[in-house]
Nanobody, 121 residues
Framework: QVRLVESGGGLVQPGGSLRLSCAAS????????MRWYRQAPGMERELVAQ????????YYADSVKGRFTISRDNAHNTVYLQMNSLKPEDTAVYYC??????????????WGQGTQVTVSS
């Protein structure tokens, strides 16, 4: 079974930066899609950023475009979300998601446990 473990959340002042990490482990052949979502209290889950396996296709929500950057480290099966110029509106629990091709050449969709990001004035 593939497992995703997130880290990097915390408390930061407006204008500050954080880098979230999500590392996958298990029976992994390749990771085709990596995504970051977030969910604020009372709000629906929002897709923040997406990166495909080729690394040339990215997506960002309008609310974070120009401030957040998604990247991957293929050697460590890890996806990152670099968050700059953070705003109080960015406060949420952030979740990573991966569409993974397993070593048996099946597919598996997995979620991280979530990490809290709080941007406080």
């Amino acid at each position: 079974q593939v497992r995703l473990v997130e880290s990097g959340g915390g408390l930061v002042q407006p204008g500050g930066s954080l880098r979230l990490s999500c590392a996958a482990s298990g029976s992994i052949f390749s990771i085709d899609v990596m995504r970051w979502y977030r969910q604020a209290p009372g709000m629906e889950r929002e897709l923040v950023a997406q990166l495909t396996s080729g690394g040339s296709s990215t997506y960002y929500a309008d609310s974070v475009k120009g401030r957040f950057t998604i990247s991957r480290d293929n050697a460590h099966n890890t996806v990152y979300l670099q968050m700059n110029s953070l705003k109080p509106e960015d406060t949420a629990v952030y979740y990573c998601f991966m569409n993974i091709r397993t070593r048996s050449l099946g597919y598996e969709e997995d979620w991280g446990q979530g990490t809290q990001v709080t941007v406080s004035s």
